[in-house]
Every structure is written in structure tokens, then in C-alpha cells.
């Protein structure tokens, strides 16, 4: 049994020691920090690589006869960084008489040619772009050419065809070169390197390989170690077709620098390729893979006079492989496309630019909220106050025209002002309502020695101050429109914003286990795309094969995916056109509910225009909106109007904007007509087609009917027409939908049609009870006929009902097992 004392004891002096190693890795990270930046202090900006990489190259050859390599580095590091040109010319000049000593005229005679004839050229050549290999080539062949002839005293053919390959080599080494010298020169970007710059940066590696031919350690050449090393790397940063790529590139230019080196090509690229396969097993798997392509091309291979060495070289690599840091080769690995960093990498990246838009566009919703608000701050305070003081103008131009030539003024005004005002303000409201009270008149006589003139004043003046009224409120309008407006765009904007910080997870593992439970059940299909498995709003992309079109997906591919995903998965409705070869076809979870909808009109007098119009839209994936809009009166005017108010409800409600905020607006622009006074009624319903709540929406429109079986319940609320008042008042009715429900929704002309019914409610609810049919389309049909027939066939409205039936989405295509999948996959999800 363990103290207590000594429990407590223990527990501390190991708590203590836990928060010890936090500070111990946080000065190991700070220490692994400035490593790196004094690397990159030393290596790029003091230019200590450059000088090391000029130093091998200077000292490099093809053949032990040709030295293209100085002059293009020279000239390559004289465009790009000309601050460094001297350092690049240096560190040259080092390697040659290190190395080759005898080949310094032709690198001094080379380097002060090119600096004159490219200086020359990039004057007299319109493409300048072409200034700088053509001032190498040139360069290069004549220096070649005159060192020949000032040491031998003649050129023969074969100098003249060394000179011109010499400079062929050089032309093409300062392209690459161009490509690559930025790798080592600039730090890196974040961004993955071309293909194009691989393949340079890895001939630039190996041409500074070749400066080291000559160096052996123990029996073993330094740059067969080296170009080892360099595919180990690779191979596991890149997998096997960059290790492949590397080892081909880097053993052709050793081979090239030195015949008996031609056996490396082949030994490098089956190494490479080895190793990448390998690469799963991390750096014993790779080295595993050079091994094994060692020992191959040891015991078959021509031209290799002991396998040991060869072997012994490998396992060299593999030693200062062993020791590289992780960190350096997933550093290299960012910037190789297809590997897994590299796309992590990527989604970092993306992230970022994601963020960046994203509070870009909260930064404009934030604008947007901050408009609406300084239009809406204190707005029924300030309106209040503006109307005080359109009263308080409204005196003061009284009494400018009448107290002011009154010798009691300073009696009334100064003496017994609030007397007076209450007095003044009494017969100002009398006229207000239509003509001044005696009540009021015979106060302002006892107040006032001339009562006459101050009410003749006041109605002449009454009316342009109704007018400065109208305006006033006209304007208050305007204000409560653009602040209503901006609060919905500031909503949608913000929505917006979160809707691009969602990002595509990936989903390779579960990928892969569709297509190849797909496969296995005999179908052929391509690429395999999931976007989202969240249950109910699964989206998954297919690419079909060749005999594979709509129907096999609808059939066979969805009811597999339906088992799979334990959901209920269709093809996209939306994605209805003809399926080619190779077609990619979505697949999206179905909604719960489906909706049908029929509709029956008729205008006034059986004329062509009817006033009403209804409207059935989708809005989004996941609603569905019916609406009825009545235009006040009949024919193409009152149509008009109507449409128009269903068609910028449509836009307002499909943009994002809340449909109180939509409703709200569109009252606001109809209100603000003041040369016409055009009112509508709207009956709007928003159907949730997951959960089949239903929210209800009436603006001066009829009562709506929900049929359930037999029995018959109304949905009602008093509210008027958009555009009689300013601000449209309304409630929000909501119920829950069940399956087989319809909802019948009718404009007043159906109810105003019989005349002769007194509770003509209970009537519609009566009929609506005793119809069998279920069609939406046929009991719309019904339901009108059924009225005008009562109507004795009088048409003396316009007549609109619609009806919508909801269902439960019973699947077309019953699942197809694969219980074997569907464990794993969500596991994994």
C-alpha cells in the first residue's frame, strides 16, 4: 500500500519532470530555427553554395577533351544575379587551376569574350532574349578556336568539330542552367517545381558531379557515391519515376564526363526505379532497392572489373543516406508533383488562399453590416423626431407670416409660450383631420386678437406642408429599403465566407474501396472522386467506363453506392444529360421528400391575362418554395405586376437572402410607387425537404388547405397587401408535413367566386374532404371547375389554385449489399 505523502511526493517530482522536456523541446526547436537561418545565411545570401557549385564546375569535363561547363554557369549567373557575377567568376577560376590548370586561357578568354559580344548583341538583336545563348555559342567556339590555334599554330578538321560541339554543349548548358542556378540561388517559393526544372536541377547536380571525378576514398570514386546518394534521395522524396528519372539523367552525364563510367546510366536507373518502388518502406526500403540493382549490375554487367568496390560504393550512399534528417528530404519532396508532401503542400497552400478570400469577403460583409446599421441606428427615434419637427417648421412658417407683424407677440411667444403652443398645435390638428372644431376656434379667439388670419394661414399652408411630409416619408422608405438590402447581402456574404473555408478532406482510402468494390461486381468505371460523406449530403464523382452509360448508373452503380454508404444515393438530377464514353456522372444523397405539384387558372371573364400568377421553384438542394401573387385588378396590368413580384421574389429568395428579409424588400420597392398605387398579395410556402417543416407566409392572400386523409385544416394570417403600408408586418406559420399531405393554395378570386355561400372556409374545406383523387394536377382541375360551376359560370375574378402533394422518397433501385465494405469505410470516415 502506497503512502500518501510519498503518492503526493512521487506524483509532483514527475509532474516537474513532464513540464520539463516542454521548455527542453521549445529551445530545440529555437536551436533547429536559427540552424536554418544561418544556413541560409551562409549557403544563399553569402553566396557560399554558389562559390562551391562554380568551384566543381570549373573543374569539370566531357571526355577529358571538352570544358563546356564553366562559361554557361558564368554567363547564366551573370543574367540572373549580376551582384554575384564576380564571386561566380571567382570561384570558377578556383576550380580550374585546382583541377585543370592548363584549360585557365580558354576560361579567362571565354568569360571577358562573353561579357563584350553579349553586350553587343543585346544592343543589335531585336529578340534579346536570344542575346545570351547565341553570345555563349559564339563565345565559346571562338575562344575554343583561337587557344587551338595560338598553342599548335594550326586547326585541323578535328578541332574545328570539338569547337563546334563544345559550343553546342554550352548553348544547351546555359538554358539549363538559367532553369536551375534559381534552385540554389533564391529561397524557395512555395510552389511545386515544373518538370522542365527537375530535370535541369538534376543535370546541374550531376554536371557538378563530374567535377569530382578523379577524387577517391578508400578505392571508392567520390562521384559514384554521390550520384548513389543523389538517386536515394530522390527515389524517396519522388517514388519510383523520379528515382528512375534521376538515375538516367545523372548516370548519362557521368558517362559522358568519362567512358568507363557508361555501366552507371544502367546501374543509376534500375537503382532508382528499384528504390521508388521501395520507397513504402522508407529509407531501408530504398536502400534496400539500390542494393539490389548494385548487385545485379555487378555480377551481369560489362565493363566492371570488381563488384567489392561497386558494392562498397552503395553502401557508402546508403551510410550518408542514413544520416540525412527527414525534414531535408520532405523538404525536397514539397516541391515534387505526386507525392504526398507535395500535396499536402498544396492544400496548405490552397488553405491559405482560401483564408485570405474568405476574410476578404467577411470584410466586405462586415462593410455591408456596418452600412445597414447606420441606417438603421435610432430610425424610429429619428422618425419620431422628424415628425416633431416637421410640426415644429410647420408653426414656425405660421407665425412668420402672422405673429411676427403682432404687436402681442412678445406676450404670447415670451410670456405664455407653452400656452400658445398648445393652442396653436390644437387648430393644427383639427385641420390635420379636415376642418378646425369650434372647441379649438374659441380658445385660439380668446388666445389670439386675430384668430381669422392664423387659421386662414394654416390651411393655405397645409398642403405644401403635406407634401413635405410625403417626401419625408418617402425618404424614410428609401432609407429602411437600403438598410434592409444591405443587411441581406451582408448575410449572404457571410455565408458565403464559410461556405469557401469548407475544404474538400480527403477521402483516399474510401476512394479506393468503391472503386474497387465497383470493379469486383464486374462494371467498369474510371476515377473516383468523393467530395462529402456526410449522411444525407453524400456527393461522390464517377468517371464511367466505355459500356457504361445513365442507365447502368442509375441501376446498378447508385443501389451499389446505397449499400456502401448505408445511404440512400441517386444520380444527379441536375446531371440529366446523355452519358458518352468517359463521362464523369455525380452521385448525391436523395432528399427525403419529393414534392408534386399541379396548377389550375383562369382569368377574369375567361380573358386571355389572368391578374394572378404562381410559381413552383427549387431553392437550393434542400427547399422548395410555392408561392401565389395577386396583382390588384385584372388584366395585362395587374399580370404584370404580379409577375414581377414572384420573379424578384425568385431572385431574392435563390441569391441566399432570408424570406423575411426578401418579403421586407420587395414591400419597400412596391411602397415607394408613388405616381401609381399597384398592390399585391402574396401566399408563399417553404417546404424543408429533409424534414417536411413547412413555413407559411401570407400577405393579404386566401387561407391555405392541408389535406391529410380525410380530414381538412386551414393555414390563415391577417396581414395586407405588400406596398399599402411601409412596413410589412407579418407572421411566419409553421407546420409539420407528413407523407401524402397536400396543401392547396388559392387566390381570393376562388373564394370570392361563391357569392352565395355565407362561411365560404368551411365550404372549400367541405369540397376539398370529399374529393378521392390524390393527383395534385386533378384536383387543381377540380377545384376550379367545382367553382365556377357554383358561380353558375360566372367568372367575375381571376381564379388561381395550386396544389402539392409531399412523399416520402421511396427508392426507384433497392440497395445492393456490400456489407463487407461498409465497416471500414465509415470507420475510416
Not at 419529393?594 to 391575362?609: E, N, P, R
Request: hydrophobic share 45%; net charge negative; proline share 2%.
Amino acid at each position: 500500500m502506497i503512502h500518501k505523502e510519498t503518492g503526493q511526493g512521487t506524483f509532483a517530482r514527475v509532474t516537474v519532470g513532464t513540464d520539463g522536456f516542454i521548455p527542453l523541446k521549445q529551445r530545440w526547436m529555437q536551436l533547429m530555427s536559427k540552424f536554418e537561418k544561418g544556413t541560409e545565411l551562409v549557403f544563399l545570401k553569402w553566396g557560399v553554395l554558389l562559390f562551391i557549385v562554380g568551384v566543381m564546375l570549373g573543374r569539370a569535363a566531357i571526355l577529358s577533351d571538352l570544358y563546356p561547363f564553366a562559361l554557361p554557369f558564368f554567363a547564366a549567373v551573370f543574367v540572373l544575379k549580376k551582384n554575384r557575377a564576380l564571386l561566380a567568376a571567382t570561384a570558377i577560376l578556383v576550380g580550374t587551376i585546382w583541377g585543370l590548370t592548363f584549360n585557365l586561357p580558354h576560361v579567362l578568354i571565354g568569360m571577358v569574350g562573353f561579357l563584350v559580344l553579349y553586350k553587343l548583341f543585346k544592343t543589335l538583336m531585336i529578340q534579346t532574349r536570344w542575346a545570351l545563348p547565341v553570345a555563349v555559342l559564339v563565345t565559346s567556339f571562338l575562344a575554343r578556336i583561337a587557344i587551338t590555334y595560338v598553342s599548335m599554330g594550326t586547326v585541323t578538321q578535328y578541332h574545328w568539330m570539338m569547337g563546334a560541339i563544345e559550343a553546342g554543349l554550352a548553348l544547351m548548358l546555359t538554358m539549363i542552367f538559367l532553369q536551375s542556378l534559381p534552385l540554389i540561388t533564391h529561397k524557395r517559393k512555395q510552389r511545386s517545381l515544373k518538370s522542365e526544372e527537375i530535370i535541369c536541377f538534376i543535370i546541374l547536380i550531376a554536371s557538378v558531379m563530374t567535377g569530382a571525378i578523379g577524387w577517391v576514398i578508400y578505392g571508392l570514386g567520390a562521384e559514384h557515391i554521390l550520384a548513389r546518394y543523389l538517386v536515394l534521395l530522390f527515389a524517396l522524396a519522388g517514388g519510383a519515376t523520379i528515382g528512375a528519372t534521376v538515375g538516367v539523367v545523372t548516370g548519362l552525364v557521368l558517362s559522358l564526363a568519362a567512358v568507363v563510367n557508361l555501366y552507371q546510366m544502367s546501374l543509376l536507373a534500375f537503382a532508382g526505379l528499384l528504390g521508388g518502388l521501395l520507397k513504402d518502406g522508407n529509407k531501408i526500403g530504398v536502400s534496400a532497392g539500390l542494393l539490389v540493382g548494385t548487385a545485379l549490375i555487378a555480377l551481369y554487367g560489362q565493363g566492371l572489373s570488381s563488384a567489392g568496390i561497386t558494392v562498397m560504393e552503395s553502401v557508402a550512399a546508403i551510410a550518408l543516406f542514413l544520416l540525412t534528417p527527414k525534414s531535408a528530404i520532405q523538404y525536397m519532396a514539397k516541391y515534387v508533383p505526386g507525392t504526398t508532401e507535395h500535396s499536402k503542400e498544396q492544400q496548405r497552400y490552397m488553405r491559405k488562399i482560401r483564408d485570405v478570400t474568405a476574410a476578404r469577403v467577411e470584410r466586405f460583409s462586415d462593410l455591408f453590416q456596418t452600412l445597414s446599421s447606420s441606417f438603421t441606428n435610432d430610425r424610429e427615434t429619428t422618425y419620431t423626431n422628424e415628425k416633431d419637427l416637421e410640426g415644429d417648421r410647420f408653426l414656425a412658417t405660421i407665425t412668420a407670416s402672422t405673429c411676427q407683424k403682432c404687436f402681442r407677440k412678445e406676450t404670447c411667444w415670451a410670456e405664455r409660450f407653452d400656452t400658445t403652443y398648445d393652442v396653436m398645435e390644437d387648430v393644427m390638428t383639427d385641420i390635420e383631420q379636415g376642418d378646425v372644431q369650434k372647441g379649438s376656434y374659441d380658445r385660439l379667439k380668446r388666445h389670439c386678437i386675430y384668430p381669422d388670419r392664423i387659421v386662414k394661414t394654416m390651411k393655405e399652408q397645409w398642403g405644401p406642408h403635406e407634401l413635405r411630409k410625403t417626401y419625408a416619408k418617402q425618404l424614410e422608405e428609401s432609407r429602411r429599403l437600403v438598410a434592409d438590402q444591405l443587411q441581406g447581402v451582408s448575410q449572404v456574404m457571410g455565408e458565403f465566407a464559410r461556405e469557401i473555408q469548407k475544404e474538400k478532406e480527403t477521402h483516399d482510402s474510401q476512394e479506393e474501396q468503391i472503386h474497387e468494390a465497383i470493379q469486383e461486381a464486374g462494371i467498369d468505371i474510371g476515377q473516383v472522386d468523393v467530395y462529402n460523406l456526410t449522411p444525407r449530403d453524400v456527393r461522390v464523382e464517377i468517371e464511367l467506363g466505355e459500356d457504361v452509360g445513365r442507365e447502368e448508373a442509375e441501376k446498378l452503380i447508385a443501389p451499389m453506392l446505397s449499400g456502401i454508404l448505408n445511404d440512400h444515393i441517386i444520380v444527379d438530377p441536375e446531371n440529366d444529360e446523355d452519358v458518352e464514353d468517359g463521362k464523369v456522372m455525380n452521385f448525391v444523397s436523395a432528399k427525403t421528400y419529393t414534392v408534386d405539384s399541379g396548377a389550375a387558372t383562369v382569368a377574369q371573364g375567361g380573358a386571355w391575362l389572368s391578374g394572378d400568377n404562381h410559381a413552383a421553384m427549387q431553392l437550393g438542394f434542400g427547399k422548395f418554395a410555392v408561392a401565389i401573387s395577386d396583382g390588384m385588378g385584372n388584366g395585362k396590368k395587374a399580370h404584370d405586376e404580379s409577375k414581377a413580384t414572384l420573379k424578384l421574389l425568385e431572385n431574392l429568395l435563390q441569391s441566399g437572402i432570408d424570406e423575411k428579409v426578401a418579403i421586407q424588400s420587395m414591400n419597400s420597392v412596391l411602397s415607394l410607387r408613388a405616381d401609381e398605387e399597384m398592390f399585391s398579395t402574396l401566399d408563399l410556402t417553404i417546404i424543408d425537404l429533409q424534414t417536411a417543416d413547412t413555413s407559411f407566409i401570407k400577405i393579404g392572400s386566401m387561407p391555405s388547405f392541408i389535406k391529410r386523409g380525410g380530414q381538412v385544416s386551414s393555414v390563415e394570417s391577417g396581414n395586407l397587401p405588400m406596398g399599402i403600408i411601409s412596413e410589412a408586418n407579418f407572421d411566419v406559420v409553421s407546420r409539420s408535413m407528413q407523407d401524402e399531405d397536400l396543401l392547396i393554395m388559392m387566390s381570393d378570386g376562388m373564394f370570392d367566386g361563391v357569392k352565395h355561400v355565407e362561411n365560404k372556409e368551411r365550404w372549400m374545406r367541405r369540397i376539398i374532404s370529399e374529393m378521392e383523387t390524390e393527383d395534385p394536377q386533378t384536383m387543381s382541375d377540380l377545384l376550379l371547375e367545382e367553382v365556377i360551376r357554383v358561380s353558375d359560370g360566372k367568372i367575375d375574378d381571376d381564379m388561381t389554385v395550386v396544389v402539392t402533394k409531399i412523399r416520402r422518397n421511396t427508392p426507384r433501385w433497392a440497395k445492393i449489399p456490400m456489407q463487407k465494405w461498409v465497416p471500414q469505410m465509415y470507420k475510416e470516415a
